[in-house]
Structure formats: structure tokens, C-alpha cells
């Protein structure tokens, strides 16, 4: 990391519930207990890596409350209820180093309609594009080369990475974080075919991303046919995701990179889906289902499932499948044997 | 919707064929048949619907012309060859009021290269950039932060979205339609071994798209090695699809979603390919070919055909295998039964 | 092509080991064997396609040394090492004519930090923008609406293309090539489920690109949780690819269109990736690992192994159960005729 902190600082950024042992170290660096060195802080996050923690380099540890162990020389333990959220606490505050909070106002090379709305307290980078009717809320930050469409409405405290779009009368809640290239509006995928020719059916909805809803760098999200997308309220989206017109994903949702989801379809809350999922038209995944990565549901599925391979079956008959596949070639010659046998059989019997 | 529309101006827009009952109500919404109410315009546009008809509170509804039921009190039937296409001419009226046709002229802030040419009637909008040798077509509309390289082309009436590039020497042809972050022209990727690394073939062709082809948002289609990489008139493109180097897309065909087309393939006429389709390089699909979601096309297919699974099979025999798959724990059973009783009757017989 | 050369020129360049024959046209094309045209060159880079030569109507041929054949009328043959080298040095010079090295210095419109560092023969084009600390070497050019964000290091004689981005912190190395839309830096995809909330995990690291690195169009690059991602020198990226946090790529890897790579995963070097592969997080690819295309890969590989399929497995072994379960139909029929013949025998032997 590029700043440092010393254990007075991490104490109070963290509140640990015990602290053993001490350091003199300056703490400047972050890593897995295996590669930590003398002057980086560490943490176990998975129980898996428990062995790891005794030989650690570390300065300092965040452990979780049941940990027993005894620090070594010159190290620190913080004993904490979850390792990974005060990891988290931590590299937020890095954060707020690494990236200050902006000043307030718009950059004179922003091209920004005088019917437009920017809250005082907003932050409008270079050569951002805000077209009339458009409101930008407080505290929200848009980068640079980003786009906000006529109408469209952008919450409290929102970032906007570089080259990020809000189009035509789409509506972002409070908290979001569009990264780079990220496509909120684009039309709906829709023709009806007269005479040989794909006659475009215009997408005339928009699109509404509810509060905390993040999404990754060059994810597209289609406007709606009429009425709206929605994407409810925090969700996380990763990047490369296909969001087609019509959808409505619901809240708590994790969607990892180069998802797709086709047209008016509905995801509840809660659903989970491993990247390169596809997800077929007009269908409702339930609260809680879980996907796979690549795998390609194009039904309903029931609350809390969890789905593999293409087309989706429940993950434990796709795991079955997969180990008989492979014993594929053993099945046919087995059959070939008994039919050796047989014949052999109706011969000595005729 | 955003605009109002009372029934005679609808009845202008749609002209049907036959008008049923009548409505006081101004229409100011959309939805499907199930959802509307008072107020909306609702349609028949897929005959397993049918029966939400009767009940719908639709104010307006969109209907074959073979549908024989009458309207509830208070509402409308416009009778019309094809509902779908009625409301797309509805829709596109509402698209005119939201979108209106910009004025002409270059934005203050865009940076045109004087040895540009760019029609009286065009509009380039704010911080677009054009380079030299490169050509507008009257009517064409560049957004915002769109690129237009040295030498590129551009036809008449086209709508280039923001953050959209058309790169060097490529051309696009009449009412062509890129959405957010389209790249045509990017490099192709190409490259020979020579000592252990990767030395670049330089990619000099281009990129020719033809007439009244849409590009979806975030799609990049890569320039030829030499020669020119081709998408035909017609043709419809959705978002995050990839199109290699030297590939030829015939006319009227369709690319759903995150669609990847691998170098020097050709797609004949009215292909249909389903959202994360794969299609390997320097093979042909005939006329009409039509795939599934998430299929893996590496070999030549026959006119007509419908696609589906890796590999790429018909799709009667991929759903067959589906079935059959999900019977293997069983067959395996059978076949251990087979060897028991075959082992019984040799000793029997014995 | 855009420009002629005679045949002296084209000598000059590619300095064959052998000239057979002449021609008197200047050359002004390239195409395919079966495509060219006189006054076009072509060219025989792979075997198989021998057999064109004899009719080939190019005026110049770029021909393997041990190539016997003679030239026709008015026809010229360059005996080369490696013909695709060869053109590859031709396209290259046709590049450099295409695209002449653009003039150094910052457009006007640019909008560059005064405590950014840009050197004197790098070029900065039209509405770039270029953050406080930030850092571009020599040669450097980055074309337009580019964007290089706090504290970010551009090496010596790299490419930027439009739209493209470099956020904080974040290194590129020298003669790096990003094309259209690219990200290098975007936040890596984490989260930790805090009383049904994913609670963001700040991605405080960033991502290092070696020398001699290419990245498609539209590719996005996540930067670190903390410390970095990397990728490693030569190594090559095809469009609409997604690297996840805290990847290492290796040396010399080529990952085809549409690629994913979870987090925490490492690609030794030498191993390519075919169209839309998935990886998933915390593995490792061994040295040479080549994957088919629609591959997905769970689990760690062995050095210069060949997958295929999903989950992966041999390429081999794939082609195998692909043709076994083709033939499913028929082992159930057969499975169902051996039940049919042992139930009597069983009745004969009772």
C-alpha cells in the first residue's frame, strides 16, 4: 500500500475486541500470511489457512475471537469477530488516501446544459457531457469523458468511473458506482421481421439501478421496451455483463463477469451466478438460486437451487454426469462383452 | 411513457383495419395485457396470450385482425394485421417526441480536423473528435466523445452514441446505428511465432458495415488483416459481441449478446445466432443457420439448419442426448444388473 | 492496400533469400492465392494451400525456400524463411504509411494535470485527460479521449488507442498497446456478506502490464485487492477479455476473444487461451496450457497439456466421449435388446 499506519492508528480504525503481543513496526503493507514480511499486516479470512498463521512474518495479524494461539516476537495480534470486514475497514480508509474525495464543482472543460441540475456539493470532472433535464445529486462524482443523458436522474453520493454512461431518462439511486465504460441505457435488443427485413422496434422504457448497486467496467444494461430494467437495490454486478430490456434483477444479487441475461427475465433476490452464465429469455430464477460458472438456464428454477452445466440441472446430478461421462468408454465395451456372452450363451443353448 | 396520446391521433398513427368500442381515456402507458390499466395501450402480440384479453384493463388494445371477442366498456380494439408492428410504429412516434431530431452543425466543443467533410445537415455533437480525410453523410448524428478516425466514411441519416468509435479507412454505410462504446476497426489479433515471441501482423485492411445494420453497445468489430471485414445490409448486432478479423456476416442476420465470431469466417444471409454463441474461425454458415444460446460452432453447417450444444449438433439429437444423459446413472444400474444375471446363468449352465 | 510499391521497394524490405522470375506491375494489393489478381502480392503461409500456387494470378509470391515451382509470365517469386514474417514486414510498412507517426507534443483540448509528467516526443491527442502524478514515456501516443489517471506510469513507445483508459496507479510497460475502450485498473469483484449486505471491499492495489503486452478493444484489466495484478511480458489479449483481481499472467500467453479469468489465478507462461474460455479463481495454469475454445477450467493443469469441454478435460478424451455420446442412442437400444434376450433365457432355462 502507499501509505503507512502505525498499530495506534489500525487499533482505532479497527476497535479489536483483544489485542495481544505488540510491534514497534510501522505497518505498510498488505499480504497473505504466507508471503507477509516483517512491516505487513495480515489476516485470516479463510480457516483453511489456520497452519499458516504461527510461521507468518507478519506484524500484524487480524484473527478471528476463537483464535488461541500467541504471537511471536515484535508481532501483534488484533482478535476480531470477521477478519476479512476489518480488513475491509481498513482498506477503505486506505482508500480515502489513495483516491480524497474531490473538490466540489464542475470542470470548465464539461459540457453541461444550462437545463441540467448539478448539486453544489457534486463533483464534475473534465470533459464530462450532461445533457438538459438531467439532475446530478449530492456528493456524486463523475470522473472524466463521462455521460449523462437528457432527463436521466443520479442520486446522493454516487461515483461515476471514466467513459461511464446514464442515458436518456435512466435513474441511478443513492451510492452507485458505474466503473469504467459501463452502459446504462443502451436499446433493448428488439425487431419484428416484415418482409425479409428486421424492422426495429423502438426501445422507448429506461432503466432504474436502485441504492449501493455497483457495476463492473464496460457492462451493458438495456433500456426497456417501455417501461423500465430494473436492478435492485445492492446488488453487485462485475464486468462484461449483459443486462437485457425488460429484466428485473432483484436485490443482493451477485452477477460475476460476462454474465448474460435475456430479455424479461426476472431474478429475485439473492440470486448468485459464476461468471459466463447465460440466462435465457422471459423466465424467473427464484430467491437465492445459485449458478455455476458458464452454466445456461433457460427455465424457472426453484428458491434456493444450485445449478451447473448447459442446460441447468441441479448440481450434484451435473457432478454425477460428468464422473459416468468419463466412464463412458468403460460402459460400451462392458455392453460389448455381454453381447460376446450372450451370443456364446443362445449358441450353447440352441 | 412520457407523452399522451388521445385515441383519434393512435387511430392516425396505426390506421386499423377495424376499430371496436371506444375509450374517453387518454392513452399515457404501455404494458402487457395482464399488468395494464386504465390508461395504457395494450397488445396481442404472441397468440399464448390470448386469453389475458378478455380481462385486460387496457384502454387500448392491439389485436389480429382474426380475433373475435369485443371490447369492455370504456375501451378500444384496433384490429391490425400484426400488433407487434402497429406498436412499433406507436413507439417510434414516442421515440420522435423523446429523442427530437437535433439541430445541425458541429458543438463548439468538438475537435474536426479541417481536412474533414462533414455535411451541412449532420450533427456532431459535444467533444467528438474527427480526424482527417474522414467523411459524414447529411443527416448523421454523432452524440458525444464520439471518435471518428483518419479517412473514415459515414453515410447518410446514421446515429453514432456516445463514447462510439469508427476507426481508420472504415466505412459505414446509410442508417447505420452504433450504440455506447461500439468499436469498428479495432485491430485483428494476429500473430507469428518467431523465436519465442509473438511478432504482430499488422492489421491494414478495414471495416465495411453496410446499410441499416445496428451494433449493439460495447460490441468491437476488428479491421481485416488485408481486404476488409464485412457486415451485411441489415443485419442486427446486440451488445458485448465480437466480430474477428476478416469475417464477411451476410445480409439480415441476427447476433444476440456476447456472441464471439472467430477470424476469416463467412455468415451466408439471415444467420440467427443466440446470446454467447461461439463460432470458430475460417468456416462457413450457410443460409439461414440458427443456434442456440451458448452453442460451439467449429465445423461448416447446411442451409436451414437449427444448432445446439459444444460441440454444435441438430437440435433434435442435442435434446435427445440431454434426456439420454440424465438416464445414465440408470443405464450404468442395468448394464451391472446384465453382468450379474449373465454371471448366474454361465455358472448355471456350468 | 492504400499505397504502391515496385518490386525493387518490396526487395528492399523483405531482403529474400531467392528471386525467381519478374514482373513489370507495381504492387498495389494483397490477397489470398485463389483471390489475387495481378498486381497483387500473395503469399504460401501454410502448406496446405500448395496446391494454389501454380494458379495464382498475384504478381508476387512470398514463397518457403524449398519451394520448387516456377513463376509464370510477368510473375515474380520471393523465396523467403518464414513467408508469414515476411508479410508481416510488408504489412508493417504499409502500417507506417497508414498511420505515419503523429507529430509530439499535447493537443490543446487535452486536459493534462501541471503535475502530470508527459515527455517531450510523446503525443497527446485531442480531449485526453491526464491526472496529477501521472507519468508518459517516450514515443508514447495516446490518440484520443484517453484516460490516465492519478499517479499512473506509461512506458516508452506505447499505443493508446481511443476511449482507452490507465487509472491510478496502475504501470504500463513499454511499447504496450491498448486498443478502443480498454481498462487497465478497474476495482476487482469483492464483497463479504455482512447481515444480508455485500459489503464492498475497497481494491486498493493495482495492475502492472509488461513490455511488449497488447490488449483487445473493450478488455478490462482489474486492478489488485492490495498488491497487484500482472501481465506478462509479450503477452497477447484479444478483445472483450476480463482479468480478474490479483491474476498473474505469464510470458508470451495468447488469450483469444472473450476469455475470462476469476481472481487470484496464475497463468504460467506460453499458455493460450482459445475464444470465450473461462478460468476459475485460485488455480494455476501450467506452462503451455492450451484450452479450447467454450473450455472451462476448475482446477490446476499440467505443463503443455491440451483442454477441451466443460469441466475441461484431455482434448483427447473430449473428441472420445463427444463421438460415445453420439452413439447414446444406440447403446440404449442395445442395453434394452441384452434385457430382452437374458429375460428368455432365463424363461428357457427355468
Same mark, same amino acid.
Given at each position: $500500500?502507499?501509505?503507512?499506519?502505525?498499530?495506534?492508528?489500525?487499533?482505532?480504525?479497527?476497535?479489536?475486541?483483544?489485542?495481544?503481543?505488540?510491534?514497534?513496526?510501522?505497518?505498510?503493507?498488505?499480504?497473505?500470511?504466507?508471503?507477509?514480511?516483517?512491516? &505487513?499486516?495480515?489476516?485470516?479470512?479463510?480457516?483453511?489457512?489456520?497452519?499458516?498463521?504461527?510461521?507468518?512474518?507478519?506484524?500484524?495479524?487480524?484473527?478471528?475471537? &476463537?483464535?488461541?494461539?500467541?504471537?511471536?516476537?515484535?508481532?501483534?495480534?488484533?482478535?476480531?469477530?470477521? +477478519?476479512?470486514?476489518?480488513? /475491509?475497514? @481498513?482498506?477503505?480508509?486506505?482508500?480515502?488516501? #489513495?483516491?480524497?474525495?474531490?473538490?466540489?464543482? @464542475?470542470?470548465?472543460?464539461?459540457?453541461?446544459?444550462?437545463?441540467?441540475?448539478?448539486?453544489?456539493?457534486?463533483?464534475?470532472? +473534465?470533459?464530462?457531457?450532461?445533457?438538459?433535464?438531467?439532475? @446530478?445529486?449530492?456528493?456524486? *462524482?463523475?470522473?472524466?469523458?463521462?455521460?449523462?443523458?437528457?432527463?436521466?436522474?443520479?442520486?446522493?453520493?454516487?461515483? #461515476?468511473?471514466?467513459?461511464?454512461?446514464?442515458?436518456?431518462?435512466?435513474?441511478?439511486?443513492?451510492?452507485?458506482?458505474? *466503473?469504467?465504460?459501463?452502459?446504462?441505457?443502451?436499446?433493448?435488443?428488439?425487431?419484428?421481421?416484415?418482409?425479409?427485413?428486421?424492422?426495429? =422496434?423502438?426501445?422507448?422504457?429506461?432503466?432504474?439501478?436502485? &441504492?449501493?448497486?455497483?457495476?463492473?467496467?464496460?457492462?451493458? @444494461?438495456?433500456?426497456?421496451?417501455?417501461?423500465?430494467?430494473?436492478?435492485?437495490?445492492?446488488?453487485?454486478? &462485475?464486468?462484461?455483463?449483459?443486462?437485457? *430490456?425488460? =429484466?428485473?434483477?432483484?436485490?443482493?444479487?451477485?452477477?460475476?463477469?460476462?454474465?448474460?441475461?435475456?430479455?424479461?427475465?426476472?431474478?429475485?433476490?439473492?440470486?448468485?451466478?459464476?461468471?459466463?452464465?447465460? =440466462?435465457?429469455?422471459?423466465?424467473?430464477?427464484?430467491?437465492?438460486?445459485?449458478?455455476?460458472?458458464?452454466?445456461?438456464?433457460?427455465?424457472?428454477?426453484?428458491?434456493? =437451487?444450485?445449478?451447473?452445466?448447459?442446460? /441447468? $440441472? +441441479? %448440481?450434484?446430478?451435473?457432478?454425477?454426469?460428468?464422473?459416468?461421462?468419463?466412464?463412458?468408454?468403460?460402459? %460400451?465395451?462392458?455392453?460389448?462383452?455381454?453381447?460376446?456372452?450372450?451370443? /456364446?450363451?443362445?449358441?450353447?443353448?440352441?
Amino acid at each position: $500500500m502507499k501509505h503507512s499506519f502505525d498499530l495506534a492508528q489500525l487499533e482505532e480504525i479497527v476497535s479489536p475486541e483483544q489485542v495481544r503481543g505488540s510491534t514497534t513496526r510501522t505497518i505498510h503493507g498488505i499480504a497473505a500470511l504466507k508471503e507477509a514480511e516483517a512491516g &505487513d499486516l495480515s489476516f485470516l479470512g479463510n480457516a483453511k489457512y489456520k497452519v499458516d498463521v504461527p510461521a507468518t512474518q507478519a506484524s500484524l495479524v487480524l484473527l478471528p475471537l &476463537d483464535y488461541e494461539g500467541e504471537p511471536g516476537d515484535d508481532q501483534c495480534f488484533f482478535l476480531v469477530k470477521n +477478519p476479512s470486514v476489518a480488513l /475491509a475497514t @481498513i482498506c477503505s480508509r486506505i482508500e480515502q488516501r #489513495l483516491w480524497p474525495t474531490p473538490h466540489a464543482g @464542475i470542470h470548465a472543460s464539461a459540457v453541461v446544459s444550462k437545463d441540467a441540475e448539478v448539486h453544489d456539493s457534486a463533483t464534475v470532472g +473534465p470533459l464530462c457531457v450532461i445533457e438538459a433535464g438531467a439532475k @446530478i445529486g449530492p456528493g456524486t *462524482h463523475l470522473q472524466a469523458h463521462v455521460f449523462v443523458g437528457r432527463g436521466a436522474k443520479i442520486g446522493a453520493d454516487c461515483w #461515476l468511473s471514466p467513459s461511464s454512461q446514464v442515458t436518456s431518462s435512466c435513474i441511478l439511486g443513492d451510492r452507485v458506482r458505474l *466503473h469504467g465504460g459501463v452502459i446504462v441505457g443502451s436499446d433493448g435488443f428488439g425487431y419484428e421481421l416484415v418482409e425479409g427485413r428486421h424492422a426495429k =422496434v423502438p426501445q422507448v422504457g429506461s432503466v432504474e439501478v436502485g &441504492d449501493d448497486v455497483e457495476i463492473g467496467a464496460n457492462s451493458t @444494461i438495456d433500456r426497456a421496451r417501455f417501461s423500465r430494467t430494473v436492478i435492485g437495490r445492492g446488488t453487485k454486478i &462485475d464486468n462484461l455483463v449483459q443486462i437485457g *430490456h425488460n =429484466v428485473v434483477v432483484g436485490q443482493h444479487c451477485i452477477l460475476c463477469a460476462q454474465v448474460g441475461i435475456s430479455g424479461s427475465t426476472t431474478l429475485e433476490d439473492y440470486v448468485v451466478l459464476g461468471g459466463q452464465v447465460g =440466462v435465457g429469455g422471459h423466465i424467473t430464477l427464484a430467491k437465492g438460486t445459485q449458478a455455476g460458472g458458464q452454466t445456461g438456464i433457460t427455465a424457472n428454477t426453484e428458491p434456493g =437451487v444450485t445449478l451447473n452445466g448447459t442446460p /441447468a $440441472m +441441479p %448440481f450434484h446430478l451435473e457432478r454425477r454426469l460428468v464422473v459416468l461421462n468419463r466412464k463412458l468408454p468403460d460402459l %460400451f465395451k462392458r455392453v460389448g462383452q455381454l453381447e460376446t456372452l450372450i451370443e /456364446a450363451i443362445k449358441k450353447t443353448s440352441a
